[in-house]
């Protein structure tokens, strides 16, 4: 009679890689939220940068020697050369911030989005405002004189 030998493999099987993609899976699913919750900012933030760039965008705007006015609603930027424009809340159900150039060619652009009251108050050499979004959040800023 032959002895039997036996050969030993070593190794992982099919069930044992299948249970530890599974695993793997399972981890990666769980930890996704975990991840993009770090990475992207929440959206109080969102807004305070939006608030904060076009506060920014718009004192760029604002030559030097320009008058900043606020009267029914609107900012008005009077330079002492070029053209004039004005930026306001244009209702209606939109909610877009937008600028508008104030000449026979007219012309819009849009400054800043989701905001559903936009309020003026005209302070020496300057005019203070208040953005309120959909969030019901407000923030305010300050536009001076150039």
Not at 12 to 24: F, K, P, Q, R, W
Not at 71 to 96: C, H, K, N, Q, W
């Amino acid at each position: 009679m032959r002895p039997r030998l036996r050969y030993w493999r070593s190794g992982t099987t099919l069930i044992e890689t299948m249970v530890a993609i599974a695993l793997l899976a399972g981890m990666v699913l769980l930890w996704r939220p975990l991840v993009q919750a770090v990475g992207h900012p929440r959206w109080a933030d969102q807004e305070l940068q939006a608030v904060m760039g076009f506060e920014h965008a718009l004192q760029k705007q604002v030559p030097a020697q320009a008058t900043v006015t606020a009267a029914a609603g609107r900012l008005r930027v009077s330079p002492v050369s070029g053209d004039a424009f004005e930026i306001y809340l244009p209702g209606g159900g939109t909610s877009m911030i937008v600028r508008k150039i104030v000449v026979a060619k007219g012309g819009y652009q849009p400054m800043l989005d989701d905001a559903v009251k936009l309020t003026w108050q005209q302070v020496p050499h300057a005019v203070a405002f208040v953005v309120v979004f959909a969030s019901g959040r407000s923030y305010p800023g300050v536009i001076r004189d150039g």
